[in-house]
Nanobody, 120 residues
């Protein structure tokens, strides 16, 4: 069983900052890519930022230059530093990990989500 747990959401004023954290644990061989996604009310879930196993970061155009993704391979964590937040950044933020399980299957695991609300 693999668990993905996010933390760090909250309420912040426009222009402020938040840091989200995600930890992956459980019975697994390795973690491949990890990333952050978000879903605003009435909208589809969208990619925010991802990091490949080799450390290459990819960002949505809407957050590039404001958000930074980082990963600690030893701790199986991925963080998202969010600066200059805008009301449009409001949504539930989900962490996703692509995991090679102990049975050698490669599966995506999602966290339960953490709410980020940016007030104007």
């Amino acid at each position: 069983q693999v668990q993905v747990v996010e933390s760090g959401g909250g309420l912040v004023q426009a222009g402020g900052s938040l840091r989200l954290s995600c930890v992956v644990s459980g019975n697994m061989l390795s973690i491949n890519g990890m990333g952050w996604y978000r879903q605003a009310p009435g909208k589809q879930r969208e990619l925010v930022a991802t990091m490949s196993p080799g450390g290459n970061a990819n960002y949505a155009d809407s957050v590039r230059g404001r958000f930074t993704i980082s990963r600690d391979y030893a701790k199986n964590t991925v963080d998202l530093e969010m600066n200059s937040l805008k009301p449009d950044d409001t949504g539930v933020y989900y962490c996703k990990a692509n995991v090679r399980t102990s049975s050698a299957r490669t599966l995506d695991y999602w966290g339960q989500g953490t709410q980020v609300t940016v007030s104007s």
